[in-house]
């Protein structure tokens, strides 16, 4: 299948599926007039991945699940380095999150300091 129906076929975009096959993730082999031409086992690889993204992973976290982008990822028993790349994203997550809710409580008391006329704002 061409570019365009593997993205239709799996809900993205034929720019991701490019970046995908940058990073290794998918694969394809080129027509005679150089169109990218992909396997029908392709859907199914390009959905795990997006799944996987979809659960908050990165393309690099993804590149460890390989092995198994083939099968049903979704039912397949989580293996303990699948767990851990979860568990090392989330921790990075909560990191972010927390320096964003600083952040938002600075804004937000300097704001309430504005309002109640403690700073007075620049013209």
């Known amino acids: 299948m061409r570019i365009g129906e593997l993205a239709q076929a799996t809900g993205t975009t034929a720019r991701a599926l490019r970046h995908y096959e940058d990073e290794g993730l998918i694969s394809s082999r080129r027509a005679s007039n150089g169109y990218r031409i992909y396997d029908e086992d392709m859907v199914v690889r390009v959905r795990n991945i997006r799944r996987l993204l979809a659960a ?31 568990l090392d994203r989330l921790a990075v997550l909560d990191e972010r999150i927390a320096v964003q809710i600083e952040a938002r409580d600075r804004l937000a008391a300097t704001l309430r300091r504005v309002a109640e006329g403690e700073i007075h704002p620049v013209v």
């Open 56 to 86: 908050g992973l990165t393309l690099e976290d993804v590149r460890a699940f390989l092995p198994c982008l083939d099968g049903d990822v979704a039912a397949a028993p989580p293996s303990a380095r699948g767990i851990q790349i979860a």
